[in-house]
């Protein structure tokens, strides 16, 4: 058996499939239509398709134990047998207590959810406490090895890395628990290597970002004992999403064998391994591709970074940065993108080519590499939007005093205390997708589109009224995705038809390709709601994605300052919402999402950040009156880290995900004097479970005694385009009734 670490690899590849079939065969057993034994046989196919794929390119070392039914942490967790009593206790087969951990269950609520690093991927939050007996199940590694093999592959089963783990739990001291974590990883190499495991990946992002020396030193502790295993693999520490700073010197203090470094986001990596000293023979794992954006590598420029890094280590292997789970799978499936557009970008399969072709010009240097690309065409350029921009003046991002816009507002809009509302979507319905998907392939005309869909608003504002919520929404039925969906109306966006990426569990997006500038065609969002309006006298809400989301969940042009581009989108949504206003909507959205997402992981980073994403969001939302409330929505983040942010955006509501985390993020916002309108979600719509009447109440007393009520909005977690209508219903009839109570008492 080899045990050298091979020349080219991935830290990971798409799992959901090119047409993505793990999505709808785990969704199909969710539903009851297939069993246990179909979904396992639908997954060993998209495995046995993805390693096929990777070791017919040629890649030396493939890696293995990147596949999930959920989520790569809540794998981890089962691993090392970090399952919680109260899913344990359940009585539950090990599959289904699986996801009920990732879903909940009407008797428990599931897992926190928040998002990985910088990325809009989501993962489910490890609850780690004093019992939590620690026991290691290498169940899933060892079968998708062992299938691998099967099949004459040989793999690099990965997995989170022990400190990584402990810092993305639950908890109020991380590390209190690393010496026993750290005996379950033991034992899980133990049964690696005893199965003939040559090399294990253990992912370790969360050191790119700021860490105490007693953080660098638990990372220390963790892989000397591993590395003093006399019964394990060789050890690939990967780390990914920036600079590694410290945490190298840490890592070279210990016996790995292999250190990844991200070299597209974090260039400093080389200048920290040039300053490190002797590197004792380790493999450097030089992350050259880019694993998280779409356009083609400079392979020049890449294998000149790979060769510096080559003589500064006795061994380098090229890499893609970080895992290519965030990009798409084939490029090749696209047949419709604009060539001068296409030519440009590189998917999940081509990455892996541009992988190899950069570790044979290392090896050999005389492969030849392909000519770099053009400039930027000129018609990507619009000399309208960059005039407006140079024009700005500071009042341009900036509304009246709040006092005065809230007392206005309450006059127009008349709400009770405790107003109720949904964050935007309702359910997007089999016929409402298959509606879109003929209007599309032309098999329904426009007429009868606009006449479909507006039967679906009509359906949802009827309902709204029904249930008694105060401020309405269209339901959105005509939207495909809440950043694709203004992508394809906007000029400088160009839009896939199989460019799927996973965001959580069986929720994958396509998002758009910002390619040039950023420009509005006509209003995109005024027909519907003005049509929904016209249905009620109760206030419907414009809704509409904020500036920094969309670039977050789109792939973005590298050619100029995402400030720029920010504000180019900014402009076209600033547009967007005076066509509301003038139309007579009251109300208008602007979800910020992404804000906590696309923070950058070092805080001498972070301030730039948020001064531009502020003030894109202000640009786009400080055209109105004082009289049309402005709300925002925020969800599944660490809201702490940015609160000074979301009192900056100056939104008179703000939306926001509340329920999974018992409404932490109130007292994040009560510490710094925040005073506008906030509505912390009482209802997680991530979960199939219908929240009980007393639990929403619950939640909304424990709201109210941090929030003074006249300030409270009720309503859920984020949209409910994934739920269904009877669970929406029923959840929506409890939210307004709690609402009720709580207001009544």
């Known amino acids: 058996m080899t045990t050298a670490f091979g020349q080219s690899t991935v830290l990971g590849y798409p799992r959901i499939g090119a047409n993505r079939e793990l999505k709808k065969a785990v969704e199909a057993y969710w539903a009851g239509a297939i069993d246990a034994e179909a979904l396992e046989s639908t997954a060993a196919r998209l495995r046995a398709e993805v390693w096929r794929t990777l070791h017919d390119a040629r890649l030396d070392a493939i890696p293995s134990n990147t596949f999930s039914y959920y989520d790569q942490v809540l794998d981890t967790a089962v691993a090392v047998g970090a399952v919680p009593d109260r899913f344990a206790r359940l009585g539950l087969s090990a599959l289904d207590t699986y996801f009920a951990m990732a879903r909940g269950v009407d008797a428990e609520p599931a897992l926190e959810l928040t998002k990985w690093f910088d990325t809009n991927y989501h993962y489910l939050v490890p609850e780690i406490t004093p019992d939590t007996v620690f026991t290691a199940d290498p169940a899933k590694p060892l079968g998708e090895y062992a299938q691998a093999r099967a099949l004459g592959i040989t793999t690099r089963p990965v997995l989170v890395g022990p400190a990584t783990f402990l810092l993305l739990a639950k908890g109020d001291d991380p590390f209190a628990r690393l010496d026993d974590l750290v005996e379950a990883y033991a034992q899980l190499l133990t049964a690696l290597a005893e199965a003939g495991v040559a090399w294990v990946q253990l992912d370790e992002p969360a050191y790119v970002a700021d860490r105490t020396p007693a953080e660098i030193d638990a990372l220390r502790r963790a892989y000397t004992r591993l590395g003093e295993l006399t019964r ?192 935007g979507s309702f359910p997007q319905t089999t016929e409402l997708r298959a509606a879109r998907a003929a209007h599309r392939a032309g098999r329904l005309t426009d007429a009868d589109y606009r006449q479909r869909m507006r039967a679906e608003v009509e359906h949802v504002i009827r309902l709204q009224e029904r249930l008694g919520l105060d401020v309405l929404v269209h339901g959105e039925p005509e939207r495909n995705d809440m950043v694709q969906y203004f992508g394809e109306q906007l000029d400088g966006f160009a839009a896939t038809e199989h460019g799927w990426v996973q965001s959580y569990g069986s929720r994958c997006v396509r998002p758009p390709i910002i390619y040039g500038d950023v420009a509005r065609r006509t209003p995109m969002t005024v027909e519907w709601t003005t049509y929904a309006q016209s249905l009620t006298s109760k206030p419907v809400k414009g809704m509409l994605t904020g500036p920094v989301t969309i670039l977050a969940w789109s792939f973005v ?152 009520a006249r300030r409270l909005w009720v309503n859920p977690d984020c949209g409910l385009k994934t739920r269904g209508y009877p669970e929406v219903e029923a959840s929506l009839r409890h939210l307004v009734a709690a609402a009720a109570e709580v207001r009544g008492s």
């Open 232 to 423: 394990r693999p060789r050890i690939f520490v990967a780390t990914y999403f920036g600079a590694l700073g410290d945490a190298l010197l840490a890592l070279l203090d210990t016996p790995v064998e292999a250190i990844g470094l991200d070299l597209v986001a974090g260039p400093d990596n080389i200048d920290r391994l040039a300053a490190a000293g002797p590197l004792g023979g380790r493999t450097i794992v030089a992350g050259l591709v880019d694993g998280r954006n779409i356009w083609r590598s400079d392979l020049r420029a890449a294998v000149t970074a790979g060769a510096i890094v080559a003589g500064l280590a006795d061994h380098v292997a090229v890499s893609t940065s970080c895992s290519l789970l965030h990009v798409p799978v084939d490029l090749s499936a696209e047949t419709h993108l604009d060539p001068t557009v296409s030519e440009r970008l590189a998917f999940a399969r081509q990455k892996v080519d541009e992988v190899v072709l950069v570790g044979r010009a290392l090896r050999d240097g005389t492969t030849r590499l392909p000519a770099p690309l053009p400039d930027t065409p000129t018609a990507w350029r619009n000399d309208e939007v960059r005039g407006r921009l140079a024009a700005l003046r500071p009042t341009d991002r900036q509304r009246g005093d709040y006092a005065v816009r809230a007392a206005r507002q309450q006059e127009r809009l008349g709400l009770p205390e405790l107003p109720t509302t949904t964050i």
């Open 557 to 708: 042009r590298s050619d100029q300052p995402l400030a720029d581009t920010a504000d180019q989108v900014a402009l076209a949504l600033r547009d967007e919402c005076h066509d509301l206003e003038s139309a007579g909507i009251r109300v208008v959205q602007v979800d910020e999402p992404a804000l906590r997402e696309t923070l950058p992981l070092r805080r001498a980073d972070q301030r730039t950040y948020l001064d531009w994403a502020v003030a894109a969001f202000r640009l786009a939302t400080s055209g109105v009156a004082d009289g049309t409330q402005i709300h925002t929505h925020l969800c599944y983040s660490e809201f702490g880290e940015v609160i000074t942010a979301i009192d900056a955006l100056d939104a008179d509501v703000t939306s926001i995900e509340a329920s999974r985390s018992k409404m932490e993020v109130l007292a994040d916002l009560a510490a710094i004097g925040y005073h506008r309108g906030v509505g912390p979600g009482v209802w997680d719509i991530h979960s199939p479970r219908v929240p009980p009447h007393a639990e929403v109440v619950e939640a909304l007393r424990r709201a109210v005694a941090a929030v003074a």
